[in-house]
Nanobody, 115 residues
Framework: QVQLVESGGGLVQAGGSLRLSCAAS????????MAWHRQAPGKQREWITT???????AYQDSVKGRFTVSGDIARNTVTLQMNNLKPEDTGVYYC?????????WGQGTQVTVSS
């Protein structure tokens, strides 16, 4: 079983920045994409951004221009740079990795943005 470990969450004031990182516990050569999701209090988990092995990226509209995903899928690492954070960005952020036959989730890291 693969473990995805996130780091970098914390408390920040509105307008501030945080950088989240995610790495797999062992290298999985079949991972084709990695992504970030988040779950705000009382809400369902939602997709934020995806990075593919080919380097393509996609973002939810609410984070476009503020968040940047990067990483090395071959090494099973992905980073999320979050700038100009807003209180509505508060939530638990989860790393996700897709392989042809499976998908794995990290345990999440808390991001809290104060107003």
């Amino acid at each position: 079983q693969v473990q995805l470990v996130e780091s970098g969450g914390g408390l920040v004031q509105a307008g501030g920045s945080l950088r989240l990182s995610c790495a797999a516990s062992r290298t999985i050569n079949t991972i084709t994409a990695m992504a970030w999701h988040r779950q705000a209090p009382g809400k369902q988990r939602e997709w934020i951004t995806t990075l593919t092995r080919g380097g393509d990226t996609a973002y939810q509209d609410s984070v476009k221009g503020r968040f940047t995903v990067s990483g090395d899928i071959a090494r099973n690492t992905v980073t999320l740079q979050m700038n100009n954070l807003k209180p509505e960005d508060t939530g638990v952020y989860y790393c996700w990795a897709q392989s042809p036959s499976r998908a794995d989730w990290g345990q999440g890291t808390q991001v809290t943005v104060s107003s």
